[in-house]
């Protein structure tokens, strides 16, 4: 069974101007006349409204009927063998948009759900996805790896690790209007039917469309972001908490880290755990020769019950042991990068300045304080998580180590 995992798309819109006053009294008047004239009988000359002539609503395409039906094959020989089969993709796609807003995964096969918004002028006989499987990159999750931005299946491409091998092919009543959501089903695999590779994946998806509208009469539709996918021991799982993410970053609650909060664990750590080694127990104040900051360093590694992409954010937070509160280490970002998790964990040597940071613009006063090492993670509903490992000691003192 494909179990959907939510979360909230990660893009980024304009802020609304506010109308000016002049456009605010407008709108007012016209919404006025409006009442007005729908307080009234029919005016001489003008037919009253036939409720049968209203547009028809259109209607989500039920995830139910895409779950039961049977999957056809599809033939990937022009991106197995580039250069020798034609692309079944829509050369435009400027004909509509799948907004992916929920994917779920399980064995070989992906299921994509979102708003579907259509050109004016296009139609849809069949919502039939066409879908292209890319490796993401290493430095961004959201983004294909080098080699894998251009075109596919021409001449001199490269041979994608994992591609459709199958798909769902839904009717859409005949006359009526495309769907207001759709689900698009696809079911992976290989070239040479091997087994899928572990790894990190986007799935890119498009389609036909009937009309002419916009783009001309060969327009299609396209998915707005790429979908992430990892394959685990042969098997694909969706990435918790992230749709898509062409940043390669998504949206977190870090308030609990910031300067003067009392530093507690936020959350059960979603199947995730933090431990830190090689901390710093003793650093001065005052800077060296260079001017770069003295810091207290530790390297934090995170470990999960299950490998695959997390959302995680790893860092070293410095406390006053008298209140629990925040002195150096704080952040104040909104977003965390997704990393690979594999059977050893992540590790990463972190960093809080004792000589200026967030918190103040000078030094810590001399003195014992706590550390720790924590991990932020986000769960599949887009809740935060917050680890803290086990505190360790840490004196600050202002003595010249030249001297």
């Known amino acids: 069974m494909v179990e959907p995992v939510s979360a909230v798309r990660h893009s980024t819109r304009r802020a609304q101007r506010r109308p000016r006053a002049g456009r605010s009294a407008s709108v007012l008047a016209a919404g ?7 307080s009234c009988d029919a005016l001489p000359g003008f037919p009253d409204a036939d409720p049968s002539q209203a547009p028809p609503t259109a209607q989500p395409l039920d995830p139910a009927t895409v779950a039961a039906a049977e999957t056809s094959s599809v033939d990937p020989t022009w991106l197995c063998r580039p250069g020798e089969g034609e692309s079944p993709l829509p050369p435009s796609t400027e004909g509509g948009s799948l907004r992916p807003e929920a994917v779920g995964a399980d064995g070989a096969e992906i299921t994509v759900s979102g708003p579907l918004v259509l050109e004016p002028g296009h139609s849809l006989a069949q919502f039939v996805p066409e879908g292209v499987l890319l490796p993401a990159d290493p430095e961004n999750r959201g983004a294909p790896a080098p080699g894998y931005e ?3 299946g021409v001449e001199g491409a490269p041979v994608p690790p994992m591609v459709v091998r199958g798909r769902v092919a839904v009717p859409v009543a005949e006359g009526g209007p495309a769907p207001s959501a759709a689900s698009a089903r696809v079911s992976v695999g290989t070239c040479d039917d091997a087994p899928l590779p572990e790894g990190q994946f986007l799935l890119r998806l498009s389609g036909a469309l009937d009309g002419p509208g916009r783009g001309g009469a060969d327009a ?9 996918v990892d394959v685990v021991d042969g098997r694909l799982r969706a990435v918790p908490g992230a749709v898509s993410a062409p940043t390669g970053e998504i949206p977190a609650d870090l308030s609990p880290l910031t ?5 507690a664990a936020v959350g059960d750590g979603d199947g995730l755990e933090v431990e830190v080694a090689h ?8 800077p060296p020769e260079d001017g770069s900051p003295r810091s207290v360093g530790a390297e934090v590694r995170v470990t999960a019950q299950e490998q695959g992409t997390r959302a995680l954010f790893q860092t070293v937070v410095v406390v006053r042991p008298s209140t629990g509160t925040i002195v150096a280490g704080a952040r104040n970002s909104s977003g965390i990068a997704l990393q690979w998790i594999g059977e050893e964990g992540a590790s ?3 960093r809080a ?12 006063a001399p003195g014992t304080y706590r550390a720790h090492g924590v991990a932020v993670t986000v769960d599949a509903e887009g809740a935060t998580h917050v680890l803290v490992s086990e505190p360790w000691d840490v004196e600050v ?4 180590p030249s001297a």
């Open 32 to 38: 006025l006349l409006t009442l007005a004239l729908a």
């Open 150 to 152: 251009e075109e596919l």
């Open 220 to 228: 299609g539709w396209a998915a707005d972001e790429d979908v992430l």
């Open 259 to 263: 300067c003067g909060s009392e530093l």
């Open 279 to 286: 901390g710093t127990d003793r650093v001065t104040t005052v």
């Open 348 to 350: 990463r040597t972190e």
């Open 353 to 364: 300045s004792v000589t200026s940071s967030v918190c103040a613009a000078e030094a810590l």
């Open 397 to 400: 003192h202002d003595e010249d």
